[in-house]
């Protein structure tokens, strides 16, 4: 692999570790954070999370990235999993995937 | 394209837009009963057992070499357990529960699948249609939990990212009640559904399934399904699988899409490297391209790399690692208290393809 895919998993990494702190601290999530696999469902099956932690999510969403979500019902489908939120902060974050967009 | 094929291509635009019925004759039903009831499940299931009565759970069964054995939804029914499943034959079933449940445990079991059938009501007006024939108090089912209505057990649960119902009662019923909701769906543009379309389904919305990916001999780490696994419980396979952990996992499942079609088994390259294996690929209908579930290397295994190369007996196909799902689910926007099928055009959605 060139250096530019290694430098994208590599900050693409760092985002998810972060946003698996936010899952367990934030939302109280009682997993190691290697057992949050990044296409887990947050919601419904999966981790379980409710309506009132998805409010959690999008506070430390702003807080920790300076990505806000709360006003834009569609960005509902990127809340689902680890990696969509990964993408948004990627995204947000003016690091483009190594080329094309992430989703 | 044959008969066959636009018919599906109509039930898959339609769980995605309206509703669709299926008969799911490939899950099957074992009942247990007995004192020691929750505590043979929680030896059989690879997760904690949470479900309450009334609650339904999305469990895994694991096989001793902690592969998938079955996909399982799991429901507390006041003194009995309800294990609605799919993956193995009934008779491997009860094999499986005589092996590994010990033979003084108080329990006994019940295999229904000779009597009792499961319909499925899937898509974002699913609900629409399940109110009309269970009565308005089904509008407000949780996700997740159940309840009786005439002889069947209505459960709220799915696996194609839309609005989701099983209908479990008997056998001898169940074609009135699917003439029943055909009737009732008339009007919601209804269309009859099958296995294919649930299992494209479950790969465009990021399920898992034990039919595609689940026969490929992984286990929960490589599959991303650790979320049905307490792994310091000791459930069939457990212990196996924390043997595997403790070697280092160095693979893991990945959705990609390609323009071009691609087969099982195919293998992925990135740059000049062999990263991985096809392990379950669909036509999406509604994207019109080829969504594919790989085995990548874990170096590699994550959403937005658009230079994976197929190695197919046609030559090299593009595909790019995408975070799935990757269609934008209208059951995410559409609420049962706002909205109505008759009404659907002032809903407001976000494009149906996630590009």
């Known amino acids: 692999m060139d250096s530019a895919i290694v430098e994208y998993v590599a900050r693409r990494q760092v985002v998810l570790d972060q946003l698996r702190h936010i899952i367990i601290s934030a939302l109280h999530v009682d997993r190691p954070p290697e057992q949050l696999d990044p296409d887990t469902a947050l919601f419904g099956s999966g981790l379980g999370l409710d309506s009132i932690d998805a409010v959690e999510l999008v506070v430390a969403m702003d807080m920790e990235f300076g990505v806000q979500l709360g006003n834009d019902i569609f960005g509902r489908a990127e809340m689902r999993t680890l990696n969509g939120l990964a993408d948004l902060v990627l995204r947000a974050s003016a690091s483009a995937p190594v080329a094309g967009s992430a989703t | ?77 006041d003194d009995v357990y309800d294990l609605l499943y799919e993956g193995p034959t009934a008779v491997a079933m009860q094999a499986h529960v005589a092996e590994h449940v010990p033979h003084d445990w108080d329990v006994a079991t019940e295999d229904l699948t000779a009597t009792h059938g499961v319909i499925g009501v899937d898509g974002p007006f699913a609900w629409e249609l399940v109110s009309r024939i269970a009565g308005a108090e089904s509008v407000g089912l949780p996700y997740l939990t159940f309840f009786h209505v005439e002889s069947f057990q209505c459960i709220r649960a799915g696996k194609t990212g839309e609005y989701g119902y099983l209908f479990v ?35 465009e919305s990021g399920f898992f399934n034990i039919r595609g990916e689940g026969r490929a001999a992984l286990t929960p780490i490589e599959l991303q399904l650790q979320w049905r696994v307490l792994f310091d419980g000791d459930g069939v396979g457990v212990e196996t699988l924390r043997r595997h952990r403790a070697t280092g996992v160095t693979a893991r499942v990945t959705t990609l899409v390609a323009a071009e079609q691609v087969l099982i088994g195919d293998e992925v390259w990135l740059d000049e490297q062999r990263v991985g294996t096809v392990l379950n690929v669909v036509w999406s209908v509604v994207r019109g391209d080829w969504i594919l579930l790989a085995l990548l290397d874990r170096g590699c295994a994550v959403p937005g790399i658009d230079r994976f190369r197929v190695r197919t007996t046609a030559g090299a196909v593009g595909a790019r690692s995408v975070s799935p799902p990757v269609l934008n689910n209208a059951s995410m926007f559409i609420s049962p208290q706002m909205h109505s099928f008759a009404t659907r055009g002032e809903i407001r959605l976000p494009p149906l393809v996630r590009r």
């Open chain 2, 1 to 77: 394209m044959s008969v066959n094929a636009t018919l599906a291509g109509d039930a898959a635009l339609g769980l995605r837009t309206s509703v669709i019925v299926t008969r799911a004759d490939h899950m099957q039903l074992l009942r247990f009963r007995g004192s020691d009831a929750r505590r043979v499940l929680e030896r059989l299931c690879a997760g904690a057992i949470r479900a309450r009565d009334g609650q339904v759970q999305h469990v895994l069964l694991l096989d001793m070499h902690a592969h998938p054995f079955a996909d399982a939804f799991l429901l507390a029914d």
């Open chain 2, 169 to 203: 009662g008997p056998r001898q019923q169940l074609n009135d009640l699917v003439t029943r909701l055909q009737a009732a769906g008339q009007s919601l543009d209804l269309v009859t559904g099958s296995l294919q379309v649930l299992d494209d389904a479950a790969l």
